[in-house]
C-alpha cells in the first residue's frame, strides 16, 4: 500500500498533534478507519478527556509546510505500511508512523546490526567498534547506530564504504552532536540518517531513549561495545530485548568502569562478542526467516462511528478507578464492569486530553 | 577407616612402583584385595603382559625412607578413604591414593575455590585476583591455587591471612618456582601445600598438567583469572568441568591477549566473575549438600586370587584388538566374545607391563 498526498498529510497532521505519539496514533486509526476522522474526533476526545486546555491540532497548512520542507532537504516520509517502511520496524510496539528518511532509502532494507557504547569510550573500546563494524560490514551488514560521540562515531567512520544508518533524536535540520554535522554528510552517500521528528526538533534529554527503540528496532540486533552502569546504551539493550532482539555485549575487565554495563549485560544472557564472527554466527539463521508482521487494520476508506460510546457513569467509574500508581488495564476492565472497548476508549480520551500516561506491561497511572 | 602402618608402607610401595598410576592403582587393590597381595602380583601381571624389561617395584625399605624423610620434614601422607583425606577430591576419577600434606591439614575441610591464571599476568588482572581472592576469603573460603608466578601467586598472597593451599607439580623438597619458597613457607602458619609426588621429585613438564586435576578436584570451583589462547589455566578449566566442578572465568578486552582463554570459557558457558560476590552466590548453595561419595571397595583383610584368569587365546585375541588407536573397552569385550573382567585383567597386565595408554571416556591403545 502507498498513501495518497491527502492521506500522507492527514497522517503528518494527526502525528504532530499534542498528545498522540506512536500508539496513540495508531489506536486512533483503528478506532476511528483513518487519519482524517481521527483529526476530526480530537477535539471531542480531548474535552470528554478533561483536557485542562486547548491542546495544539497541527492545521492542514503546517503539515503542508512540512512536507515541502522535507522534499527541499531530501527527506522522504515514509509511511508504516509501505514498501519502503524498514520491515523489522513495523514490528515493535510503537513504531512511528512516518519515518523521515535521508540518504539512500534501500539501505533500510539490508539486514542491519546496531553498535553502540559510551560517549567516552577509551582508545582500546574505539578500535573494536572500528573493528568489528568493518567485520560485519564485509559480511553484508549495514551498521546502525546514535551518531554520538566515542563508540557510535567510531562505528559510523568505519562502515562508511558499506553503508551505515544514524537515528537521530532531533530533526535532520538539528544535528547532534553538532561536530559530526560532517560525518553525518559524509553517511549518506552510501548509509541513510532516520529521524521521527520534525526537521526543526531540538533534541532534549527524554528525546534520546525514545530515539534510542528506533535503533534498535530496525536492526536483528544490538552490539553493546563500551558501557557504564546506567548508561543510554543499556536503555537500547533492555529495548532490544523487549523487542526480540538479540542483545550482544562486549566484555571488559572487572577493573574497567567503562565495562561494567556490559559485564552486566554478559550476567544477564548477553551474547558474548570478541569478534564479527560471534555477531554472524547468531544473526545469519534469523536472515532466512520471514519476518511476521503484527496483523494490522488497513485505513478504511470511509471513517465510521465508533461503535462504543462510553456513557458519562462508565466514564466517571473508569476515571475513579484511575490514579498516580501504574494500574493494569485488565483491572480497569475488571473492576469497572463495563467492556474492554469502553476502557479503551475512556483511556483514548484521557491521553488526548494530556491527562493519562502508558507504562509498559498494559499498566496505566493518571498524570 | 584409617590405615595401618603396614598398609601405608603398601599403599606407598604399589603407587611409587613403575607403571602404576592413581586408577591402575585402584583397579590393583579391588581386583587383588589390597595393597599388600598387588604388589606379589604385579611381576606376574608385568610377563603375562609383555613387558619389555624388568619394571621398577618399590621395596619396602625404600617406601620406609620416603615416610620417614616425610614425618622429619613434617609432611603428613594421607591415605584416600581416611578422615582428613580432602572429601572432594575422592569424587574424583583419579584421585591420589596418598596426598602428601604440609601445613595445616584442617584447612582442607574447608570450602575451597581455586584461583588461577597466566603467569605473565598483567597488573589489572593481579589486582583483580588479589580483590577476588580477599573476598572469597572474607566469605569463609579458602584459595587454592599452583603457586605459580602471576595471579597465582597474588592468590595465594591475598589470602594468607584466611587460609591458602598451594598444590604442587614436584615433591616437596623441589618447590618450583624456586623464588616462592618464601611465599610457601608464609601459607603453612594458616594454609598448607599438597603434593601427590615423592618428596624429592623434580616436577616435568607433563606433571602440571597431572597435578592441575588436583587444584579443581579439592575446588568446589575453579576462577580463572587471565589466560592466553591455549594455557594451562584452560587444562585446569577443561578438568573441573569434567570433574563436575563449577567453572568461572573473568572477563576481559577482546583487544587483551591476556583475556583470549577467559573470553573463550565464557562463550563456551563459564560463569561470568566481576566481584567475589558472583563466586559465593554459586557456591553457597553447593556448600549445603552433601558429598556423594562414589562406592569404593574397602580394603579385604585376605587377598583372595583373582576369580578370573584370561587363558593364553583369549590374551592373545584381545591384544590382537588392540593398536595405536584408542579403542573403547565395550568394543573389545564385544569383539573379543570374552567377559568383561577378562578384558579388565589383560589390560591391567598391559599397563604394568608399560604397554597400554588409557584415554578419556574408557578409551584404551597400545603403546
Redesign the interface.
Known amino acids: 500500500m502507498r498513501l495518497s498526498e491527502e492521506q500522507r498529510l492527514d497522517w503528518l497532521r494527526l502525528i504532530r498533534s499534542d498528545n498522540v505519539g506512536p500508539r496513540t496514533f495508531r489506536d486512533l486509526v483503528n478506532y476511528y478507519g483513518g487519519a482524517r476522522a481521527a483529526l476530526e474526533a480530537l477535539p471531542g476526545l480531548a474535552r470528554r478527556g478533561g483536557a485542562s486546555g486547548p491542546a495544539h491540532i497541527c492545521s492542514a497548512e503546517e503539515a503542508a509546510a512540512e512536507l515541502k520542507a522535507a522534499r527541499a532537504r531530501g527527506v522522504a516520509l515514509v509511511a508504516l505500511g509501505e514498501p519502503d517502511y524498514p520491515a523489522r520496524l513495523q514490528m515493535i510496539d510503537d513504531p512511528p508512523p512516518l519515518l523521515a528518511v535521508r540518504g539512500q532509502l534501500p539501505i533500510l532494507a539490508r539486514p542491519l546490526v546496531a553498535i553502540v557504547g559510551s560517549r567516552n569510550a577509551s582508545a582500546?573500546g574505539a578500535?573494536?567498534a572500528e573493528r568489528l563494524a568493518r567485520g560485519l560490514g564485509e559480511a553484508g551488514f549495514a551498521i546502525v547506530s546514535g551518531l554520538a560521540r566515542g563508540i557510535d562515531a567510531a562505528a559510523h567512520r568505519a562502515s562508511l564504504a558499506k553503508g551505515t544508518v544514524a537515528v537521530l533524536a532531533g530533526g535532520h535540520d538539528r544535528v547532534y552532536p553538532a561536530e559530526h554535522a560532517d560525518l553525518l554528510e559524509a553517511m549518506l552517500a552510501e548509509g541513510a540518517a532516520v529521524s521521527e521528528m520534525p526537521l526543526t526538533w531540538e533534541p532534549r534529554a527524554r528525546d534520546f531513549p525514545r530515539r534510542n527503540r528506533l535503533i534498535s528496532g530496525l536492526s536483528l540486533g544490538v552490539v553493546i561495545v563500551e558501557a557504564a552502569r546506567r548508561s543510554g546504551s543499556l536503555i537500547t539493550a533492555r529495548l532490544a530485548g523487549e523487542q526480540g532482539r538479540e542483545v550482544f555485549a562486549?566484555?571488559?575487565?572487572?577493573?574497567?568502569p567503562r565495562?561494567?554495563g556490559t559485564?552486566g549485560l554478559?550476567?544477564q544472557g548477553a551474547i558474548?562478542?570478541?569478534?564479527a564472527a560471534?555477531v554472524i554466527a547468531v544473526l545469519e539463521p534469523i536472515l532466512g526467516r520471514d519476518i511476521e508482521l503484527p496483523a494490522r487494520e488497513p485505513e478504511r476508506e470511509a471513517a465510521g462511528a465508533p461503535d462504543t460510546e462510553p456513557g458519562e457513569d462508565e466514564r466517571s467509574r473508569i476515571v475513579g478507578l484511575l490514579g498516580p500508581t501504574p494500574t493494569s488495564i485488565d483491572d480497569l476492565v475488571r473492576l469497572s464492569q463495563t467492556s474492554p472497548a469502553i476502557v479503551r476508549t475512556v483511556l483514548l480520551e484521557l491521553e488526548i486530553a494530556g491527562r493519562l500516561e502508558r507504562h509498559g506491561g498494559g499498566l496505566v497511572s493518571l498524570l
Open positions: 582500546a578500535k573494536f562486549v566484555p571488559g575487565s572487572p577493573l574497567d565495562a561494567e559485564n554478559l550476567k558474548l562478542v570478541t569478534e560471534d
